[in-house]
């Protein structure tokens, strides 16, 4: 292991140069990592990331990073179709990784990356990143130290008006991307509530995925589009752009409806609502919460004091360290796996309208 970790990044496209390039390059000037390769299938993209951000070398084969016995870890920033492929490959080539979210397409491939995981002993983050974001780190904290009193429901809404991303591309391909809203964004939002609710086991899953808005591609009607340069209108739409469902853990119960489009007028719909017997806490996705209660017989409200740091940063920061000393993350495979199933569950139910009973 180099003492200025040496990194390549595999896939330069949005997130790779909204947050893994940008971090690695500012850990670059920390002293901590070097970026040795940005790799891309398509040239232009790895030459131009390496034009921007001034750092690295364009290759297009990632397998020339993993043959390259120098470099200790990769990033991940693929479409989510080859998110096992490439971690596996990279796990087996004494490589530590750091992968994107989801971590598969599927449980079934993403419990084989555990599995490469346990084998190899190479770290394996996936970018559940709002495990770096410190509003959420504040309700976690909250949440463990009682202060809600006993947590009893969590109602989530990933729901966005007009959003679904890249029409006809790699993000509404199943075959690329596993699936649609619950995939892609309800990823996060699961992983948030089980985080600051201390993993608690899954009893039950239910859930109805639907594919209404963007099947009919000529005919879908929006003012903005995530990825608009990767649209494809002779492309594949088979994925869900709604979803609703009903948790049963050990813990809280977990109620969520997302949505990629609507047919609801422009509103705040992206928000985690923490039900508890002392009091409750209401979190913007990405944003502040408030916590709600009562003491002394009055109602109180207030948002919390916390430090607004970049999350993005945070993650790769603790991911170069962690592969440096060893300490587990909360970002962890093994972590991550149970978001990974119970999403599978949300679908298998949704496939076969009943309830998936876990029970192990
Ligand atoms: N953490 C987050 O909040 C967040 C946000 C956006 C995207 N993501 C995840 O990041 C991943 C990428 O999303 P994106 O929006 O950047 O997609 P993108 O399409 O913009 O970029 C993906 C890039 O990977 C390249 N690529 C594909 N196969 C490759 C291979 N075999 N070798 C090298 N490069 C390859 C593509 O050419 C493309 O440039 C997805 O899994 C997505 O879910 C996470």
């Known amino acids: 292991m180099n003492d200025i970790l040496k990194v390549g990044v595999i896939g330069c496209g949005t997130i790779a140069n909204a947050a893994h ?33 001034g750092v690295g070398k364009a290759i297009k084969d990632y397998h020339d990073i993993l043959n390259d016995p120098s470099i ?36 079934s491939e993403a419990l084989e990356m555990q599995k490469v995981q346990h084998e190899t002993g190479m770290t394996l983050n996936i970018g559940v990143v709002n ?59 699961l992983d948030i509530v089980m985080y600051c609710t201390g993993d608690p086991k899954t009893k039950t899953v239910t859930g109805e995925a639907y594919s209404k808005l963007g099947v009919d591609m000529p005919n879908y009607v929006y003012e903005g589009m995530w990825a608009e340069d990767k649209k494809d209108l002779n492309g594949t739409y088979d994925v869900d752009d709604y979803v609703t469902g009903f948790i ?35 979190l913007k996705y990405g944003g502040d919460f408030d916590v709600y209660g009562t003491k002394d017989g009055k109602l109180y409200s207030y948002r919390p004091e916390y430090a607004h740091d970049d999350m993005f940063y945070n993650e790769i920061s603790a991911f170069v360290d962690c592969v440096k000393t060893g300490k587990k993350l909360p970002s962890h495979i093994d ?17 076969q309208h009943r309830e998936i009973v876990f029970e192990d």
């Not at 410190?134 to 008006?161: D, M, P, W």
């Open 21 to 53: 390039i940008p971090n690695y390059k500012k850990l670059q000037e920390e002293g901590k990592c070097e970026v040795v390769y940005l790799c891309d299938i398509i040239p232009e993209r790895a030459e131009a990331a390496v034009e921007r951000w």
């Open 131 to 189: 495990r770096f974001n410190s509003a959420v780190n504040k309700i976690h904290e909250l949440i463990a130290a009682g202060e809600l009193g006993e947590l009893y429901q969590i109602n989530v809404s990933f729901r966005a008006h007009r959003s679904i991303p890249g029409l006809g591309g790699d993000f509404t391909t199943k075959a690329v991307a596993g699936g649609g809203v619950l995939i892609d964004w309800g990823v996060h939002y």
């Open 248 to 282: 049963r853990t050990e813990g809280p119960s977990i109620t969520f409806n997302g949505a990629w489009a609507q047919n609801i007028g422009k509103g705040e719909y992206t928000y985690i609502e923490f039900l508890g017997t002392k009091a409750g806490i209401h």
């Open 72 to 107: 200790d870890a990769v990033s991940i920033c693929t479409p989510n179709k080859m998110h096992s492929i490439i971690a596996i490959d990279a796990m087996r080539a004494g490589k530590h990784v750091l992968c994107e979210k989801p971590p598969a397409r599927v449980y």
């Open 335 to 351: 972590t991550v796996i149970v978001t990974a199933k119970m999403m599978q569950g949300i679908y298998d139910s949704s496939e």
